[in-house]
């Protein structure tokens, strides 16, 4: 038993010197058995182990050219893949080509021909006035009454106002109305101003002195002619409706409530309803 333990004792020490042998050469192969590959900016190290690993080290030989060559790398692949507004993937290939020097320079032309005029723009004073004091000034001014009352004298030379029927015979005229919440149909009216004549003379005689007399009374517009009537239509309003009717039912309906016909004369450029009934309301006032 005792030479069995000395030799088992003695063939473990022999293992065990092996293994430091081996283990030494292993150790001094890592350390002097290395070689260096050059690729590019790192230099390759390679450790071989007792059990057969290997293991390859790779050492920059300059730093910050490593780094500078990573960031501009990153970079690259930013700009050759990004993502576009609606969310795909688009590439370096797909993005638009840099102008050139004279696409550039044509760019910049416009770009200044827009801005300057812009700056044009701004720097045109507005025809609102900015006061009650500048509105005074240019309601008084001679350009503008010289305007209003060329407006005012091409509304009023646009229609007839009369309260009899001035033809003999029958003829198909067109008014206009709307319809009211119920469905029924309503003729459409401006107030119109109707002067006086016989009372203003009276009053002449027994003061000495002309004085305006007028009344405010209901007014049918009418046409003449059905293009007339809806191109009216059309411009000011979509409630606007165009009724056809005779002339004898038309001042007839007007005598009986005791209005008066507006007869569009329908030649050329008509004037909008706001403009006609600002005239018809005020007539004899502007007459002056």
């Not at 320079?105 to 723009?121: D, I, P, S």
Request: with cysteine; net charge negative; charged share 30%.
């Amino acid at each position: 038993m005792m030479l069995e333990r000395k030799a088992s004792s003695s063939s473990l020490a022999r293992v065990r010197r092996g293994c430091a042998a081996r283990a030494g050469r292993t150790v001094s192969s890592s350390g002097h058995h290395h070689h260096q590959v050059d690729n590019k900016n790192y230099t390759v190290r390679v450790l071989r182990y007792p059990d057969g690993y290997e293991r390859v080290l790779r050492y920059p030989k300059d730093k910050k050219k490593v780094v500078a060559n990573r960031a501009s790398s990153t970079m690259a692949e930013e700009h050759q893949s990004s993502w576009d507004i609606a969310g795909a993937r688009t590439t370096g290939e797909e993005a638009e080509p840099k102008p050139s020097a004279s696409n550039f320079e044509q760019v910049q032309a416009v770009h200044r021909a827009e801005e300057e005029e812009e700056a044009t723009l701004v720097e045109t004073p507005s025809s609102i006035p900015n006061t009650p004091t500048e509105l005074l000034r240019k309601q008084r001014s001679e350009e503008f009454l010289l305007s209003r009352k060329l407006e005012w004298d091409y509304v009023k030379s646009s229609y007839e106002v009369l309260d009899a029927c001035p033809w003999p015979e029958p003829r198909p005229v067109w008014v206009l109305g709307s319809l009211d919440p119920t469905g029924e149909a309503q003729t459409f009216t401006l107030r119109t101003r109707i002067a006086k004549g016989e009372t203003e003379s009276e009053l002449e005689g027994l003061l000495g002195k002309r004085i305006s007399v007028s009344h405010l009374t209901d007014g049918v517009v009418a046409f003449g002619g059905r293009e007339a009537a809806d191109a009216f239509a059309e411009e000011n309003g979509p409630d606007l409706l165009v009724f056809e009717t005779s002339s004898g039912e038309l001042f007839q309906m007007a005598s009986e409530a005791r209005a008066v016909v507006v007869l569009m004369k329908g030649l050329g450029a008509m004037p909008s309803a706001r403009m006609l009934a600002t005239v018809l309301r005020n007539q004899p006032e502007l007459d002056t």
